[in-house]
């Protein structure tokens, strides 16, 4: 079945310091591709998606690219700040082969982003 | 403004006893989802519903019960029979019809948090 596996946390930084979280996946078929972040308390907010290979999210000065080569998904950011310090989810839909499509996520096990003045 | 609406945000359950955790929308999507999280865990689905009156069991069904009356309601009863229900409980809906698209995110809910007396 489908799968995600996250970079293990917590991850912690200095403000303005360089972020990657990798993400690789296994499905079958032409899945989209998702990050999800969760602050304190709250549900989850999309951070940015792309739907097929090579594509490029970004969003809020986060970017991750869909490299079905590698199966990877990672989200990079050049300049962290304090406020970006959350929980980050990599999720997958899968989708199958014929046209057919699903719509179910499949979650990462998230990582913790601690950003210190 | 649209959104979901989860309720109530703390819930206590006594031992033996089912309770209800509610889940509104009303961005008009076709389909909803619930979701639980357990520390150092991704989201794992309990159940999902693409259209009104349907609804399929997901990874860990057992233990729980819905409902899909209204379009823009997917209440989640978390029954005796659930042993372990101490969890974070995050409620999704995204715009997908009767045909699946596994390219629209899903929007969240605040969570209702669920806890043993």
């Known amino acids: 079945g489908d799968s995600v596996t996250q970079m293990e946390g917590p991850v912690t930084l200095s403000e303005e310091a360089f972020l990657t979280i990798n993400c690789t996946y296994t499905?079958?078929?032409?899945?989209?591709l998702f990050w999800y972040v969760q602050y304190p308390g709250e549900g989850l907010q999309l951070l940015l998606k792309a739907t097929k290979a090579d594509d490029k999210g970004s969003n809020k000065g986060f970017e991750a690219t869909y490299r079905k080569e590698t199966t990877s998904f990672h989200l990079e950011k050049g300049s962290v700040q304090v406020s970006d310090s959350a929980v980050y989810f990599c999720?997958?839909?899968?989708?199958?082969?014929?046209?057919?499509?699903?719509?179910?996520?499949?979650f990462g096990q998230g990582t913790i982003l601690t950003v210190h003045p | 403004d649209g959104g979901i609406t989860q309720s109530p945000k703390y819930l206590f359950r006594k031992e033996g006893q089912n309770v209800t955790l509610s889940c509104e929308q009303n961005?008009?999507?076709?389909?909803m989802y619930w979701y639980r999280q357990d520390p150092g865990q991704g989201l794992r689905l309990i159940y999902y519903?693409?259209?009104?009156?349907?609804?399929q069991k997901g990874d860990i069904a057992e233990g729980y019960s819905v409902s899909r009356e209204k379009k823009e309601s997917f209440p989640l009863t978390v029954t005796s029979a659930q042993k372990n229900p101490t969890a974070f409980y995050l409620c999704?809906?995204?715009?997908?019809?009767?045909?699946?698209?596994?390219?629209?995110?899903?929007?969240f809910g605040d969570g209702t948090r669920l806890s043993i007396l």
């Open positions: 961005l008009n999507h076709d389909a």
């Open positions: 999720a997958l839909s899968g989708a199958g082969a014929g046209g057919t499509s699903y719509g179910k996520l499949t």
């Open positions: 999704a809906s995204s715009i997908d019809g009767q045909r699946w698209s596994s390219n629209q995110p899903q929007h």
């Open positions: 519903s693409q259209i009104v009156n349907d609804f």
């Open positions: 499905a079958t078929g032409y899945p989209s």
